[in-house]
């Protein structure tokens, strides 16, 4: 998952402020003695629900304070405040009565400012109000920015889940081709969210939200099953010279995937309906992604792997993954980040580090992609440093199946090659040395 992207720097921890909504009923029912069991057994879940830094506190008659730790953002908030409402849920049983909470919540988070823990709890109170004075179960942000990002990002979140619904989701495809003759080898299905009012999405604009909702996996299904049947028409189209593999397919990945019970039955689903061949789709995963439960993800993986599924390690050389899991990961190929790729030519070092990775690729057994490849010079450094294959806006930006369809039929044949292959202007022609 691409969380790194999302670090802000100076958000550090926000205080929640949360009053029970219809208190004044609630203790009519219950008493004063029941109000006050009432407010510790809804500490007790809001404790259960929140991580082991994260402190609850009773403040005052109905109301309690949260500190929430380490977040990442303030859309994290939301994700939190979801967790909170969500441990309400259940009725509370309270002198032999069963007691429905909602609570109003109000939220400051900590923005790198100095300002008190007095005045942190204040702005929380009064953000509380705020949400209280628009109905049960509301919360509100102090701040007015944070507010209207919270909102904007709560109206992605159900657009997101109409997209799924509807099928808003385009595939599109980025060649990858072979060093030496820009032969194509396959292509990468990179979605895109045709939003109805918002035009085009990138993918960085909502995979974050996709995979905090578990929306991620009715999403990456329709991606699957989409690029599957497009590679599978485009195979038909240009027969695959003997010794190569016919076009493949390659796809991201989430962490999601690895805890989906369905995903074996889901791919193998994919492959079925559109005949595609096991041995032409791609797996991408990410170091990070083996952050969590290794053990789990290899199992995955192996079983991947029997059904003769390949394994690249994408976005290689930024995760924080130990280097000695790399020999265990059922990977067959690294793809080298871009943030190297675009460094090189520029500096001298970047070379010697991607030299280093390509050895250590091809001591383990492993081929190397370089991604990210702009520029004719990146891509004769990338080719003489002994990558087998490439991808970039210099070969291809990703395109639509339409033109990229154009893309295959007007090169296919072309770079002097033998067999009407499509090849694309490869290092070969570009170096010319
Ligand atoms: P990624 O898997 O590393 O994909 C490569 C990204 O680099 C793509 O961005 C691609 O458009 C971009 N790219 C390719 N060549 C060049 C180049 O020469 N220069 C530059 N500057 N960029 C280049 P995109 O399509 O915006 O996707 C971003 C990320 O979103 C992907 O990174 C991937 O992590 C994620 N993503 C995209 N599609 C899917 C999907 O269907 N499922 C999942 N789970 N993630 C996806
Ligand atoms: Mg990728
Ligand atoms: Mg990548």
Redesign the pocket.
Known sequence: M?HAKDHQPGYTFAVVVLALDRHELIASLVGRDGMDTLVAKVSERLQGALRPGDQVAHLTGDELWVLVDRIRSPDDMIVITRRIQGSLARPFAIASEEISVTAAIGIVVNGGETVTAEEMLKNAATAMHRARAQGPSRHEFYDLAMRERARTRLRLETDLRLAVERKEFA??F?PIVTMGSGAVDGF????RWQHPSRGLV???QF?PIAEETGL?LP??EQ?LSRGCEQIRAWQGRFEAPSNHLPFSLS????SAHFADTALLDTVSAALQESGLDGRCLVA?ITESMLLRDVEKVLDVLNELKQMNIRVHL??FGTGYSSLSYLHRLPADTL?ID?SFVSRLGADRETEVLVKAIVDLAHNLGKQVIA????TAEQARVVAHLGCELG????FA??GDPKSMEALLDGSAGGNGGAEPWPRLPGPSAASAS
């Open positions: 691409r595939v599109h980025q990468e299905a990179l979605v990138a993918p960085d995979i991620i999403m990456s991606v796809m991201n990945f989430t991408e994408d976005d793809k871009r991604e990210g490849i702009e991808q970039g806006y210099y930006r990703p």
